[in-house]
């Protein structure tokens, strides 16, 4: 199954929190994706198996995968784009 | 019970604080002599803080949710706080954006999985402008608690 990834900075409550939300919303979307919470530093080590990545914190790095815009997801602000980004590129 | 994740004692409504570490150093007074959380609290939440600040750039009420890893805390809580005067407080995931936050929610969180389905359901709350409205014109605690009350999806 694709994968896509979330990470925030200490990994207890946001990245699950909106891993949870898209998961969801995903499942919603009948879009098949496996939606994991990491550690945001092993993020590098998730690109190959990784469709998209969803980031919580600042990103300055150019990743391989699209990077969605987290805060969206917890915001309502802007998360109906994030989505339709996601779910692009899970169709990729 | 919605009341044991709003823990009474911990609700403040117009509390003074000059910026983000005032605050925290208030607070982590006030958890620590409440056994809710280690010595080493107040110094791993205003790292955290300053590395992922955590303000949500809802509008149009800013919220942020300050909170630390697993380790620092002694029992679970959400300690509800109104700022009496707005502080600065920097954007999560754009560390540079600065809001004025006068609503703050600082998560206890014990194990990393527990409190998802909460968070959640608080976040969309926090978009409710009607009820963030009520919270910034609560008078008293009790005024303050039973508008925390009402909010949805919080039945444990």
Known sequence: MKKVIVACGSGVATSQTVASKVARLLKENKVNVEVEAVDLKSVDRYMDSSVAYIAITKTTKVYPIPVINGIAFLTGIGMEAELKKLIDACNQ | ?156
């Not at chain 2, 080493?40 to 949710?65: D, G, H, N």
Request: charged content about 30%.
């Open chain 2, 1 to 156: 019970m919605k009341s044991e994740i709003f823990r009474r004692e911990l609700i403040e409504i117009d509390m003074e604080a000059k910026n983000t570490d005032d605050f925290f150093e208030q607070m982590a007074k006030k958890l620590s002599s409440l056994h809710y959380v280690e010595d080493t609290f107040e110094k791993a939440i205003r790292e955290r803080e300053s590395k992922y600040p955590t303000a949500l750039p809802i509008q149009p009420y800013a919220v942020a949710i300050p909170h630390t890893d697993c380790e620092h805390i002694k029992k679970p809580f959400i300690a509800p706080v109104r700022l009496k005067e707005p502080v600065k407080w920097c954007e999560m995931a754009a560390n540079d954006v600065v809001h004025d936050v006068r609503f703050v929610f600082v998560l206890g969180i014990k194990e990393a999985h527990q409190q998802v389905d909460l968070l959640q359901n608080l976040v969309v709350n926090f978009q409710d402008e009607g009820l963030m409205k009520k919270l910034e014109q609560a008078t008293s605690i009790d005024e303050y608690e039973a508008v925390l009350m009402t909010m949805k999806g919080l039945e444990l």
